[in-house]
């Protein structure tokens, strides 16, 4: 995958980052901590190394959402931009793939924490689904690809 940077930022303009690839993996978390926390039945996420991601205005605000994981949004117009598990090694940084600037630059390949999923919420999109974290999906030759086809 090639290393290209992807820009992002909230609604408001104040929190912008970049981060540059190689993606690690992208896909949906239907999780009940990304619900409350985004305010949606699922959020779709990608994941970069976290030292090839930086803010690049103003800093965004913190939340600790469990004592494993740390979440950031704008504190002036409340979008969710990034979760990061503070223990993961390799240190890695989701970014919430619609905030980049160009929502179809990564695709979703799974659903994860599906058993949190409401029964109203239709995402039968042809993707694996787990009904837990399921295992590490960096790993799983058999996903489609994070890049859009012909990226
Ligand atoms: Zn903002
Ligand atoms: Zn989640």
Not at 84 to 93: C, H, K, Y
């Amino acid at each position: 995958m090639r290393d290209e940077v992807y820009e992002g930022g909230c609604l408001c303009g104040a929190v912008r980052y970049a981060a540059t690839g190689p993606v690690r993996s992208a896909g949906w978390c239907h999780c009940r901590i990304c619900q409350r926390a985004i305010g949606a039945p699922s959020v779709p996420w990608g994941s970069f190394f976290l030292e090839n991601f930086r803010w690049t205005k103003a800093k965004p605000s913190l939340h600790h959402s469990s004592d494993k994981a740390e979440r950031s949004f704008c504190p002036t117009c409340g979008s969710s931009l990034t979760f990061r598990f503070l223990g993961s090694d390799p240190a890695e940084i989701d970014v919430t793939l619609v905030s980049l600037d160009d929502p179809d630059g990564l695709r979703p390949q799974w659903h994860i924490w599906t058993m949190s999923a409401p029964s109203w919420h239709e995402y039968d999109d042809g993707l694996k689904r787990y009904q837990d974290n399921g295992p590490d999906r960096s790993l799983d030759p058999d996903l489609p690809s994070p890049l859009p086809p012909g990226r």
